[in-house]
């Protein structure tokens, strides 16, 4: 059977930190900050998986208190939603996502993303979706103080 879940995150930008996303590093004024690279968009994607698992969000699994997640690429944390989905007996159908980012332009780098997302979780490039769009201007995102991804996975579950 088909469980499907749902994640959200969303970091501040700021100057002085690379701006990652999807595990591609995209050249910005500003970059997401957080403990680890702060990748918005690969952490709303495991989320959505550990949700589709009926699983504590990403948080637990790596808390932002741990010296050990300090600065790591988030493909790690992507490595381990699978993991679990894997001890299961589950098999990941589908990543849908979509960034929300006035600033820059993320439509050149979706095929990147796709590649490095679809490679963390040990899937294939056809079961990732990225989109994106901004924000109209509006709000936070509108003022480029921050970037959100959000995201669905369908993982198939032994009943
Ligand atoms: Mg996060």
Redesign the pocket.
């Known amino acids: 059977m088909v469980h499907v879940g749902i994640g959200y995150?969303v970091?501040q930008l700021t100057a002085g930190r690379k701006l990652v996303l999807g595990g591609v590093e995209i050249p910005h004024t500003k970059g997401l900050d957080?403990h680890s690279d702060?990748d918005?968009l690969m952490?709303a994607i495991c989320d959505a998986v550990l949700g589709a698992l009926g699983e504590e969000d990403?948080g637990h699994f790596f808390p932002n208190t741990d010296p050990r997640w300090k600065g790591v690429p988030s493909r790690i944390f992507l490595e381990e939603a699978a993991k679990q989905a894997a001890r299961r007996g589950g098999k990941i159908v589908n990543v849908d996502a979509t960034l929300i980012a006035q600033a820059p332009k993320i439509y050149p780098h979706i095929a990147e993303m796709k590649k490095r997302i679809a490679a963390a979780l040990g899937v294939s490039e056809k079961q990732i979706g990225v989109k994106a769009t901004t924000n109209e201007l509006m709000g936070f995102i509108g003022r480029e103080e921050g970037i959100a991804a959000m995201a669905v996975a369908g993982v198939d579950l032994p009943e």
């Open positions: 995150d970091h957080g702060a918005a952490h990403i």
